[in-house]
Protein backbone atom coordinates (compact mmCIF):
# COMPACT_ATOMS: atom_id res chain seq x y z
CA UNK A 1 0.00 0.00 0.00
CA UNK A 2 1.17 3.48 -0.72
CA UNK A 3 0.53 5.36 2.18
CA UNK A 4 2.55 2.84 4.20
CA UNK A 5 4.83 5.14 6.44
CA UNK A 6 3.10 8.14 5.31
CA UNK A 7 0.34 8.34 7.85
CA UNK A 8 -0.27 8.12 11.37
CA UNK A 9 -1.93 4.56 10.49
CA UNK A 10 1.37 3.31 8.31
CA UNK A 11 3.87 4.36 10.49
CA UNK A 12 2.09 2.45 13.03
CA UNK A 13 2.63 -0.49 10.77
CA UNK A 14 6.28 0.54 9.84
CA UNK A 15 7.41 0.50 13.78
CA UNK A 16 5.43 -2.98 14.07
CA UNK A 17 7.22 -4.38 11.63
CA UNK A 18 10.53 -3.24 13.00
CA UNK A 19 9.82 -4.24 16.31
CA UNK A 20 8.60 -7.93 14.68
CA UNK A 21 12.31 -7.56 12.95
CA UNK A 22 14.45 -7.13 16.33
CA UNK A 23 12.12 -8.95 18.46
CA UNK A 24 12.64 -12.32 16.33
CA UNK A 25 16.50 -11.52 15.70
CA UNK A 26 16.77 -11.17 19.60
CA UNK A 27 14.52 -14.79 20.10
CA UNK A 28 12.40 -13.29 21.80
CA UNK A 29 8.56 -13.75 22.42
CA UNK A 30 5.78 -12.30 19.83
CA UNK A 31 3.82 -11.33 23.04
CA UNK A 32 6.21 -7.86 23.22
CA UNK A 33 4.74 -7.14 20.02
CA UNK A 34 1.02 -7.37 21.47
CA UNK A 35 1.99 -5.31 24.46
CA UNK A 36 4.22 -2.33 22.55
CA UNK A 37 1.42 -2.45 20.27
CA UNK A 38 -1.76 -2.19 22.64
CA UNK A 39 -3.22 -5.01 21.14
CA UNK A 40 -6.13 -6.99 23.50
CA UNK A 41 -5.18 -10.14 20.91
CA UNK A 42 -2.13 -12.13 19.65
CA UNK A 43 -3.61 -12.36 16.17
CA UNK A 44 -4.08 -8.58 15.89
CA UNK A 45 -0.01 -8.70 15.32
CA UNK A 46 -0.13 -11.11 12.54
CA UNK A 47 -0.02 -7.97 10.14
CA UNK A 48 3.50 -7.18 11.39
CA UNK A 49 4.47 -10.62 11.11
CA UNK A 50 3.53 -11.14 7.18
CA UNK A 51 6.47 -9.69 6.24
CA UNK A 52 8.69 -12.35 7.88
CA UNK A 53 6.89 -15.32 6.33
CA UNK A 54 7.05 -13.73 3.03
CA UNK A 55 10.57 -13.62 3.68
CA UNK A 56 10.62 -17.28 5.10
CA UNK A 57 9.28 -18.04 1.34
CA UNK A 58 12.00 -16.07 -0.53
CA UNK A 59 14.45 -18.03 1.32
CA UNK A 60 13.77 -22.06 1.26
CA UNK A 61 12.67 -21.08 -2.70
CA UNK A 62 16.25 -19.99 -2.83
CA UNK A 63 17.54 -23.05 -0.89
CA UNK A 64 15.74 -25.43 -3.34
CA UNK A 65 17.14 -24.12 -5.76
CA UNK A 66 20.27 -24.33 -4.65
CA UNK A 67 20.02 -27.78 -3.74
CA UNK A 68 18.37 -28.41 -7.30
CA UNK A 69 21.28 -26.81 -9.05
CA UNK A 70 23.67 -28.61 -6.78
CA UNK A 71 22.16 -32.36 -6.91
CA UNK A 72 22.37 -31.75 -10.81
CA UNK A 73 25.90 -30.18 -10.87
CA UNK A 74 26.98 -33.44 -8.71
CA UNK A 75 25.41 -36.02 -10.74
CA UNK A 76 27.15 -34.58 -14.00
CA UNK A 77 30.47 -34.50 -11.98
CA UNK A 78 30.62 -38.12 -11.09
CA UNK A 79 32.24 -40.84 -12.53
CA UNK A 80 30.22 -43.49 -14.30
Excluded at 15 to 41: E, F, P, V
Aim: charged share 20%; proline share 4%.
Amino acid sequence: RGDLGTTPHGLRHAYGRSLDAALRSSKLSTKYIQIAMHHKSPASQEVYTQAELTEMHRALTAAQSHLQATTAHSSLTRPA
